[in-house]
């Protein structure tokens, strides 16, 4: 196969690198007022549909900011790359060896905050395009790269972009790892909400996604609780006031790896209060992370088992309120669990609220689509790693007959979200010479 990538792709790329980098592109907006999601988010932007026009695409950028993409070619069908140029913050400064928002190449590396994710990953797709461009190859497809803005939090550029834009035939998103992955989970989060009470009060747990570690229980029957936990051999720890389980706290996405501190509270809660959500959590969830007690076995080939994380509880005088996070194997529709859950849950007086639902991921293995990028990495890489599934989220699901492919290479290290995140030059431009090969396979045959 073809070198796409020279010296001056390199040198080139690694500047315009540095460039975006050196933008603190972390959401600081209401999501409302311009610019939705900061200053810094919309300069990226703005930088990056300069370089861009560099490049030879013409731009636009969306008037409320949402969003912006570079276009390039001619033909019916639009080839879309959905990048990001959102970064999460750097989180403790004390542990960056360099500064987060000023890249440093040391060792053969770009260090940086969002040198993997995904401002490396998008100059690599960028480069990789312009590679192609420089052989003077006629395209014959349009091809689109398309820039989200608020991909860390909740992906309201992109609902933006398919409310109001133009839909590619097919494409691939640079957000995730070598080789293709070809399914992601759809993703349920829903609050049941029930009678309060005037007997006991209870606030466990925090956000969705994560699998409670600690739950703990403050009353005058604390000690009764504590006591049935014991004949239970549940873990736990009572001072005399206040009796707290001791589970394992994991992501949502392999809730059964880990252990639900709230799930385990409430078998030992139960005896001493009569309460309905307490009776739902006992009979319907107990110690299950799969949700088989509500909907029965809800796995498949392509991506595995259902993951049933019941996140938080609240009893007030008010009301009560349970918070869930479900994973769903993308063979299964959320609808009919959502209708089930509906109508398990009406025996104990609790009401549905949908909080968030984002449908799965699924482009068959054996498509074209990812039958050509599986042979494209796997001739410029000899690596014969099979394509991947995943409980995790890209851009990819947002779109019809997208996949996320790259730029993270299986071998090294992950360091997305981390301090002293960087990306290896050697990396860089190896992912650079595949999305070149990618772009004039997809484009210009
Ligand atoms: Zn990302």
Redesign the pocket.
């Known amino acids: 196969m073809k070198i796409w990538i020279n010296e001056t792709h390199q040198k080139e790329s690694i500047q315009a690198l540095k460039k975006l980098i050196d933008i603190p592109s972390i959401n600081s907006g209401d999501g409302t007022t311009y610019p939705p999601f900061g200053q810094a988010i919309d300069d990226c932007l703005k930088e990056t549909l300069l370089l861009c026009e560099d490049l030879g695409m013409s731009t636009y950028l969306d008037p409320e900011g949402y969003y912006g993409y570079a276009d390039y070619g001619q033909g019916e069908e639009m080839v879309a790359v959905l990048c ?1 140029l959102d970064v999460v913050p750097a989180g403790d400064l004390s542990l960056w060896d360099t500064p987060p928002f000023s890249a440093v190449i040391k060792n053969g590396k770009v260090l940086g905050r969002g040198s993997q ?2 401002k490396g ?1 998008t100059i690599a797709a960028l480069y990789g395009f312009k590679a192609v461009i420089d052989e003077g190859i006629l395209f014959t497809k349009r091809i689109r790269f398309v820039f989200g803005t608020d ?2 939090t909740l992906w309201r550029c992109m609902e933006r972009y398919n409310l109001k834009e133009e839909q590619p035939t097919m494409g691939f998103v640079p ?2 790892s070598f080789p293709v992955t070809y399914a992601e989970k759809g993703l349920l989060q829903a609050k049941l909400i029930g009678p309060g009470s005037s007997e006991f009060n209870l606030t466990c747990g925090e956000a969705f996604n994560i699998v409670p570690g600690r739950a703990s229980y403050q009353g005058k029957d604390a000690k009764l609780v504590s006591q049935e936990l014991s004949k239970k051999a549940i873990e736990q720890e009572f001072d005399g006031q206040t009796v707290t389980v001791n589970g394992k706290a994991v992501h949502a996405s392999i809730a059964g790896e880990g252990v639900n501190a709230i799930n385990q509270l409430a078998t030992g809660l139960i005896h001493v209060h009569s309460h309905p959500i307490l009776k739902f959590l006992v009979e319907k969830v107990g110690n299950e992370s799969n949700g088989s007690s509500i909907f029965g076995e809800i796995k498949d080939e392509m991506t595995g088992g259902l993951t049933f994380n019941v996140a938080s509880l609240y009893v007030g005088e008010d009301k009560s309120e349970i918070d869930l996070d479900l994973r769903i194997p993308v063979s299964f529709s959320i609808e009919n669990l959502v209708q089930t859950l509906k109508e398990k849950i009406t025996a104990y007086d609790l009401e549905y609220k949908e909080f968030d639902r984002v449908a799965g991921l699924y482009v068959p293995e054996e498509s074209e689509l990812v039958k050509t990028l599986m042979a494209i990495y796997q001739n410029k890489t000899g690596d014969t790693t099979k394509a991947l599934t995943s409980g995790g989220a ?1 851009y990819a699901r947002t779109m019809k007959n997208m996949v996320a492919f790259g730029s993270h290479f299986p071998t090294s290290a992950g360091l ?1 979200h981390q301090s002293n995140e960087g990306i290896s030059l050697d990396e860089l431009f190896r992912a650079m010479d595949i999305y070149a090969e990618t772009i004039y396979q997809l484009c210009c045959k």
């Open positions: 990001h994710d995904d990953p991909e860390e957000d995730s890209t997305a």
